[in-house]
């Protein structure tokens, strides 16, 4: 069983210990020094914690990343399944999330026991999972996957192989459509794309005629339906770069912006509508959960800290390193895993 210890022990500080006065970032900079710490953050941290990390990226790219590094520990400034492909891939280092709560709505939908049933009843089929599962999904699956690879993997599995893919029904249908390949989906949802409205978002392009549409798959079918571009974070970050168009509609969790406004200024980039056009549906709550404050007492405290039994780690890095194994080269190289370095 995984566990996340979030507290140290006997002098475990909180955040009613952080003084005001403190210099939060001077402080985090120091013990990055002494703890020989590496600090990772998801596109979709806030923008301050993104500017403070050593490497900022996609989770997979990011754990691969820190993995080639010397140091000692990893701060993964994203949630929970994150550190957990960290320490997959670092066991001998010690993985540190900032806050323990940090989950993920569709590892929430994907139990490890339901999930067991699930493939009980379909002993015919091989287990695609998307990376956004616990690690104990994970070992329970044949191959790993990522939005970036995903459908590169399903195009190389057998025509007579019947195939399952969890959690992500939106994610699953979308490779379906691009590869013809029927799959039986695991019925799990990302609460921030699910939010994103069609008509909300017909009403805003309507205002901006000139503006490009770019989406994550795990947007709805009648989302992605018009979207001229559909990808991965890294690559809706790589398109709107490269794309001569000077605005964009970016559907996914809305941190990706900032670092599209610093790879292109120049360029304008408005977050899709959630349903009704006004709430704040392309922000994580689970993301947001991670602060400043937090990642400082993560580096002080040595907590909440990944740990997990060498047995399940094993089988969960099996589908893993299949997923590389059947992955592009440039998709595998070092130089596409280390993601945005941080200034």
Partial sequence: MIETIVHAGEGTKTLRDVASTLDIETEIARLRREKNAVILAHYYQDGEIQDLADFVGDSLDLSRAAAETDADVIVFCGVRFMAEVA???SPGKTVLLPDAAAGCSLEDTCRPDAFRAFRATHPEHVAITYINCSAEVKALSDIIVTSANAEHIVRQIPADKPILFAPDRHL???IMRRTGRPMTLWDGICIVH???SERELLALRARHPGAKITAHPECPESVLQHADHVGSTRGMLRYVIESPASEFIVATEKHLIHQMQ???PHKTFIAAPGVDGS???ARCPYMALNT????????VNGAPRIEMPEELRRRALAPLQRMLDMSPPAATSRRQTVGVAAE
Avoid: S
């Fill in 87 to 89: 320490k997959i891939l």
């Fill in 172 to 174: 699953g249908a979308y």
């Fill in 194 to 196: 699910e939010q994103f």
């Fill in 262 to 264: 610093k790879a292109a």
């Fill in 279 to 281: 709430c704040d549906c």
């Fill in 292 to 299: 400043f404050d937090k990642l400082y007492l993560a580096l």
